[in-house]
């Protein structure tokens, strides 16, 4: 990629208390973006750290949940709360950020794949199957605007941050136009045997 290929572009990376997420955002800078971050701290408080303008180019949803068990162990408020955390935040933030969204912008979602899960995490693996048809509608909504929507499936005990880093770098660039719909794995073959 082009460095410098983000300039006068505004990005939003969320999810970004993690090495992976952290990563992103800084990634995006150095190429050029003006970034906005947002997460929640330990003590489960919304942050946020902005820079720019109010136009929005790039949207990406680092989502991070944790496992609530099998469906003996998934209590009502457990599968509520894994739902709001990954599905419901997504769509609405997804929502309103294509308001501000215009020909050229990209959306972004990283999450676990639900490939190959054991089946011990019956909600976590429903949410992000969820995730995986929120991509493939949004793109195929709004790619006549000339807008790009992809998730990027990582394993459970993640990618090592600078690689996932490298490969939004590439999703959100002029080189990324083309790509759009697809649930790209990134899981380094860890379901493939």
């Not at 090495?19 to 050029?32: K, N, Q, Y």
């Not at 997804?94 to 215009?102: D, K, S």
């Amino acid at each position: 990629m082009r460095v410098g290929g983000l300039t006068n572009r505004t990005a939003l990376v969320t999810g970004v208390s993690g090495e992976v997420g952290r990563a992103i955002a800084e990634r995006l800078a150095a190429d050029g973006a003006l970034v906005a971050v947002h997460d929640r701290d330990a003590a489960g408080a919304a942050f946020t750290q902005r820079t720019g303008g109010p136009r929005l180019d790039i949207l990406v949803h680092h989502v991070t949940t944790a496992s609530r068990g099998t469906i003996d162990e998934t209590s009502a408020a457990d599968f509520d709360q894994m739902f709001a955390a990954t599905v419901r935040s997504t769509f609405f933030l997804t929502q309103r950020a294509l308001r501000a969204m215009r020909a050229g912008g990209r959306i972004i979602i990283v999450a676990s794949t639900s490939d190959g899960a054991s089946g011990q995490d019956t909600a976590c693996v429903m949410a992000k199957a969820a995730l995986t048809t929120l991509t493939l509608s949004v793109a195929s909504q709004v790619g006549p605007r000339g807008i790009t929507a992809n998730l990027i499936a990582v394993a459970p005990d993640g990618v090592p941050g600078e690689d996932l880093a490298a490969m939004v770098a590439f999703l959100v660039s002029p080189d990324g136009s083309w790509v759009t719909g697809q649930i790209l794995d990134a899981t380094g073959g860890v379901f493939r045997g």
